[in-house]
């Protein structure tokens, strides 16, 4: 599949980002997550169109994160993700990471930044859920304000 990807990238990039998505459901369907992972990171750049790219770093995040165990790897995808604009999910996970990690600066800055960004339509289901008020995160079932989280994390 390597060939058809360089093949296509020699003749057209629209050839090339089609033969990306294919390559990635192959990749997905046959449980190949490391190549899937391979794949975005070789060509995730390249691609022309932002929702493309989105769609294969997210898939490529999801695989890390779910099937490889890799949360660094994960991190770097959700990270290049946002190059193309604030995505709720990946903040939000990106959120739980840097908490896991025990990351402060990185917990705090991600908090400001989830608080200017709106609902995420890209994700199917999301735009229905009910979303607390910016400003906001539900924490146990509470609704506090995120500058209250702020103080939670520095303790």
């Excluded at 997905?28 to 169109?49: F, I, M």
């Excluded at 932002?50 to 994960?74: E, I, K, Y």
Aim: glycine share 6%; with cysteine.
């Amino acid at each position: 599949m390597r060939l058809h990807a360089q093949s296509a990238r020699a003749f057209d990039p629209n050839e090339m980002q089609l033969a990306a998505i294919r390559m990635a459901d192959a990749y997905a369907t046959s449980h190949k997550w490391t190549e899937l992972v391979e794949l975005v990171e070789r060509v995730g750049a390249e691609l022309n169109d932002s929702s493309a790219r989105v769609a294969l770093r997210r898939r490529a995040a999801d695989a890390c994160s779910r099937h490889l165990g890799d949360a660094a790897r994960a991190r770097q995808m959700w990270w290049q993700l946002l190059e193309d604009g604030d995505d709720r999910e990946a903040l939000e996970l990106l959120l739980d990471d840097a908490i896991d990690r025990g990351d402060r600066a990185e917990a705090t800055s991600l908090i400001e930044r989830l608080s200017g960004a709106g609902p995420d339509d890209t994700v199917p289901g999301r735009a229905e859920e009910p979303r607390q008020p910016y400003g906001t995160l539900a924490v146990d079932d509470e609704v506090i304000d995120a500058t209250d989280f702020v103080e939670l994390i520095d303790t």
